[in-house]
DNA sequence: ATTCTAACA
DNA sequence: TGTTAGTA
């Protein structure tokens, strides 16, 4: 399901966005493609859902790719994966919202050994209305 | 033949 | 978004 399957020729075709359009998702930090040693992207079944799911938030809200990019960014990654206080001092995702935290370098912290990919976090609009889901888990039960 | 990056009529 | 250039 998560393993590198299809090249972007491929991922377009599957997907319906164009390759040039991919690339786009992926240096907004929307979409993580595995790459070769060649520098080839590699994108799994799970990519396309997320690709699918891009393209749809995008069409029906009239978004565009920034847009989403701001929403990703404020995906609150520090309450998902519990990190500690010191983690956070070394946290550029935790100071700037400007990107998601999974395109920031994670050096001095815990996401240090912590593959994006497979990061709840980053897996959190892997599908559309998991964000939602996951906010709804980090919130005290709403009473009425 | 395909993909990569970068740049632009 | 498309496309083209010059590589690998």
Redesign the pocket.
Known sequence: MDKPKY????AAELSG?????L??YEREGLII?F?KE????RYSDRDIDRIRCI?ET?NEHKLG?EAIRRVLSLIPCWAIIKCTEKDRENCQAFVSYSKPCWVFEHKNNTCRDRDCRECEVYQSFMHCGSIKDKLKELLPPNKG
Do not use: C, D
Not at 7 to 10: D, G, L, R, Y
Not at 17 to 21: D, E, R, V, Y
Not at 38 to 41: G, M
């Open positions: 090249t972007i020729s491929v966005i164009s390759i040039h359009t690339r786009m493609p790459k060649s520098n080839q992207r393209r995008i790719l």
